[in-house]
């Protein structure tokens, strides 16, 4: 009885999890990829890759953004700490009305309360990946 109850019970907890729970998720950003405007009225073309987004409970948003020449993230009010990393390209990022530029390897993490935009510079696309908590 007790074997018997132990596999039911372990079967009940496989199906729970297999139900409400992926062990994994692969992405391949060619599958994602979306044509957009610079976000928050950043203007010009960019391409989004919103990694993870139909995840069950995924607290956190992971993207990627190609930002092509003369494109932009508009200046924002952030709620929620973000981290933006340079992954190539160059830019100018605008945090709370003070400008500098922005390379590949920099990190920036904005804090709640803070305002920021970032705008590609320079001949070649700024790739990023974005990531913040879900809100």
């Given amino acids: 009885?007790?074997?018997?109850?132990?596999?039911?019970?372990?079967?009940?907890?496989?199906?729970?999890?297999?139900?409400?729970?992926?062990?994994?998720?692969?992405?391949?950003?060619?599958?994602?990829?979306?044509?957009?405007?610079?976000?928050?009225?950043?203007g010009g073309s960019t391409v989004g890759y919103s990694f993870f987004s139909k995840a069950d409970g995924l607290k956190m948003v992971f993207r990627k953004r190609v930002l092509h020449p003369g494109s932009a993230i508009g200046y924002h009010?952030?709620?929620?700490d973000e981290i933006y990393y340079i992954i190539s390209g160059a830019g100018e990022m605008q945090m709370n009305g003070k400008n500098f530029p922005v390379k590949a390897g920099?990190?920036?993490?904005?804090?709640?309360?803070?305002?920021?935009?970032l705008k590609q510079t320079g001949k070649d696309d700024l790739v990023i990946i974005i990531n913040y908590e879900n809100p």
């Fill in 77 to 80: 009010l952030q709620n929620e």
């Fill in 106 to 117: 920099d990190a920036i993490l904005t804090r709640p309360g803070s305002s920021h935009g």
């Fill in 1 to 42: 009885m007790k074997i018997l109850l132990g596999l039911l019970l372990s079967l009940s907890t496989s199906i729970a999890f297999s139900q409400t729970t992926q062990p994994y998720i692969l992405e391949h950003e060619n599958d994602i990829a979306k044509v957009e405007p610079g976000t928050h009225n950043g």
